[in-house]
């Protein structure tokens, strides 16, 4: 079993049917146009298990979501 659980077992979306991209420690842009206090955006995260190399325990990972103008 490995100790560390990769950053990419961990998925994010803007839809929750939508197709799932792995964390990676790049910048990505998650959703750019007009920024108005009605417009939000919804993140949802999927974790990917791999019973044979898990190791049991907690997991944790920062995550920095940053807000820039143009």
């Known amino acids: 079993a490995r100790a560390n659980k990769p950053a990419g077992d ?8 939508g197709s799932f991209a792995g964390l990676t ?14 417009n939000a955006t919804t993140l949802y995260f999927q974790t990917r298990y791999n019973w044979t190399l898990d190791t049991p325990g ?8 940053t807000l820039t103008s143009p």
């Open 10 to 17: 961990l998925k994010w979306s803007t839809a929750s049917n």
């Open 25 to 38: 420690t790049s910048d990505v842009n998650l959703v750019t146009g007009s920024a108005t206090a009605s």
């Open 58 to 65: 907690i997991y944790s990972m920062a995550i920095v979501l």
